[in-house]
């Protein structure tokens, strides 16, 4: 048994170990031994950790329509004070502790305060009731002061105790409310200062979380870093508009889906009708990016979010389903979570009573309640926020579904092996190359067969202008399945010339042109291939469209000769105006090219191709109109030719000359 429990040692006498050996720490001293425990450890993100336990609880005064404003300064010597104008710390005797006031139980014993029972706060962000504890405890030098009933108050404290007693300052008439002013102790945290840009930061987003607050930050000039520190030295925070205003900084210049949608809701009530808090959001979708949603409960950051975090991927993700049942379209049923977050920017803050958090750091909410309160409520103002606006839910639903569907994708070319990051760029043999390598520079015509690219070969500029002839009608990327879109060829020849990747792999950085210029003979087959093509850009490179990189080529369709004077016309309306530009009597040839395989480089240059001369249309997709454009895709291009059939018949009136 002794080798078995001692692994061959001797056991140890009990004698060695009491009674006296049992060590009980008192008071604040377990913070001091074991701050990790409270405050996530001694780094720099756990001293910034001390500026926020006391700022929040200023905030949990103004939430709870207190205090309207709240004083943070910076000073020098890396002293940090924040005062409000709330009701201020209660300073007379502690019914239990009658020999202390409650003002010292507050900052002197772990597990104290004002937020168990729910009375004198509905919502607030400390509930454990150790944050200013917690701060004196950490501190080497606090003071404090309290306001109440027109008497001032202050109390000094050193590494959680107090240095003074409780004294009566005198009266005072405009003044209301509690300042802390605080020092952390360079024994915890050795020489770590704070940050006058964290902290700013940190003041903001609490203005912009509650709307009813002004935050008046100050810091000393000597602190901030001249061209490298844009933080001022003095701010009034302060926005009327939320979380609206915060998603409108952050977004700035970024294109969006749909307009933010932001608003603010109460939760569910409770048995007996009881109030269980308020939720407001600020949402918007944006073309690019990944999901970037920032959390707060009760006006503290849930940065691994948690259950109010569910709440809001369940309503959005059954709100947009719904709406696509409502529409008939069945490609909604394949939409999950994940698609519907990619390249949203939200904003969420949920205030709750007596909510759960993981840890003494509350980065993450874990009320149980909480999925079911914020998913009801926000649920319900989506779904009008949808059927108020079937546009642009239309929109954002097709731009949810194209996620969906590209999602798809992806999973189906999983097993694809990738390129080597390392491996030579390999062009296609076809392609005929400009020298110039800077893309904004360059141009790629794309033509039909090698006829079309002999003729655009020698038209071109060497030095800014690609050729790639593709044969004949490519593939039609809306009918295909994704099997045969990786095994065809043109289309791999393509994608390998613009050098940018496609779906997850796509690199807009890596692209060899700046203009794709669809380059099409100007007929009916001309315009299939050109439709071809287009659809291919927008389903499989639809950023490509989105940034302005794709552009239709305008060649003539018939040649005007009289005598040594020639004009072209683009088709035969253009003919006949420009028929009449010609003297009467002599005869006036009129040559019709067959394509642009047989048009003359020189006249394929000076009608198409020479940047001086030529028309190009600028293939648009409007974000306004996804939805719109989705759908006459799919009609035109998808798998459904019933769908074409219908277009035709409800338009057939609407066509004036068919050129056969």
């Known amino acids: 048994m002794n080798d078995l429990f001692g692994q061959g040692k001797a056991p140890r006498d009990d004698a060695e170990y009491s009674a006296k050996d049992i060590e009980v720490l008192e008071g604040l001293e377990p913070v001091r031994r074991r701050p990790g425990m409270y405050i996530g450890g001694t780094d720099e993100a756990a001293l910034h950790h001390l500026a926020a336990e006391i700022i929040d609880n200023a905030m949990d005064e103004a939430v709870a329509g207190h205090a309207g404003f709240i004083e943070v300064t910076l000073e020098a010597g890396n002293i940090l004070s924040v005062r409000d104008n709330g009701r201020g710390i209660p300073v007379d005797p502690h019914p239990k502790f009658k020999t202390l006031s409650a003002l010292e139980v507050i900052l002197t014993t772990l597990h104290s305060g004002g937020k168990f029972g729910g009375k004198a706060y509905d919502t607030s962000g400390g509930l454990h009731g150790v944050g200013s504890s917690v701060v004196n405890a950490l501190s080497d030098m606090m003071q404090v002061e ?157 940065s691994q979010g948690g259950t109010h975090e569910t709440g809001f991927r369940n309503a959005l993700l059954k709100g947009l389903r719904a709406w696509g049942e409502q529409r008939g379209n069945r490609r909604a049923a394949a939409v999950t979570a994940e698609d519907v977050l990619g390249g949203m920017a939200a904003k969420l803050s949920a205030f709750i009573r007596e909510p759960q958090f993981q840890g003494q750091t509350k980065e993450k909410l874990t009320s149980p309640e ?61 392609l005929a190359d400009c020298s110039v390598e800077d893309a904004a520079r360059t141009e790629l015509f794309l033509v039909e067969g090698d006829s079309a690219g002999g003729s655009a070969k020698q038209a071109r500029d060497r030095a800014t202008q690609a050729v790639l002839p593709l044969r004949g009608k490519i593939l039609n990327v809306a009918s295909a399945s994704t099997e045969k879109l990786r095994q065809n060829q043109e289309l791999k020849d393509l994608v390998e010339a613009l050098g940018c990747g496609v779906g997850d792999r796509f690199d807009r950085s890596r692209l060899r042109y700046g203009r794709v210029i669809i380059m099409t003979d100007a007929d009916v087959d001309g315009a299939h291939i050109a439709s071809l093509l287009m659809t291919f850009f927008y389903r499989e490179l639809p950023e490509l469209v989105r940034q302005g990189h794709v552009y239709l080529a305008q060649p003539p369709l018939y040649r005007l000769t009289q005598g040594a004077k020639s004009i072209y016309a683009m088709d035969d309306a253009d003919r006949e105006r420009k028929l009449k530009q010609f003297k009467a009597t002599p005869k006036v040839e009129v040559s019709r090219f067959k394509g642009l395989g047989e048009m003359p480089p020189s006249a394929l240059k000076e009608t198409t191709m020479d940047p001086a001369k030529r028309t190009l249309l600028k293939v648009v997709a409007a974000v306004e109109e996804r939805a719109a454009t989705n759908d006459l895709v799919e009609r035109l291009m998808g798998r459904r030719p019933e769908a074409r059939f219908e277009f035709i018949q409800e338009h057939a009136r609407d066509v004036v000359e068919l050129d056969v």
């Open 146 to 302: 309290v306001a109440r009933d027109r008497v001032l108050w202050r109390q000094s404290y050193a590494r959680g105790k107090p240095t003074t007693k409780l004294e009566n300052a005198g009266p005072v008439q405009n003044r209301r409310g509690t300042m802390i002013r605080f020092h952390p102790d360079p024994q915890i945290f050795s020489d770590l200062a704070f940050s006058p840009a964290r902290l700013y930061r940190f003041c903001r987003s609490k203005a912009y979380l509650f709307r009813g607050v002004q935050i008046r930050w100050s810091c000393d000039p000597a602190l901030l870093k001249p061209g490298r520190d844009e933080t001022p030295a003095e701010a009034v925070l302060h926005f009327p508009g939320g979380l609206r205003d915060s998603l409108e900084a952050d977004i700035a210049g970024s294109p969006t889906v749909a307009p933010i949608w932001a608003g603010d809701a109460d939760l569910p009530t409770g048995p007996n009708g009881a109030r269980t808090g308020r939720l407001e959001w600020a949402i918007a979708w944006q073309e690019t990016g990944e999901a970037d949603i920032a959390s707060y409960c009760n006006t503290v950051p849930t």
């Open 370 to 430: 909480a999925t079911r309160l914020v998913e009801t409520a926000l649920r319900d103002r989506f779904d009008h926020f949808l059927a108020g606006d079937p546009t642009t839910a239309d929109n954002l639903l097709a731009f949810v579904i194209e996620r969906a569907e590209e999602r798809l994708r992806r999973k189906e070319l999983k097993d694809t092996p990738r390129k080597s990051a390392t491996r030579r760029l390999r062009l296609p043999g076809k």
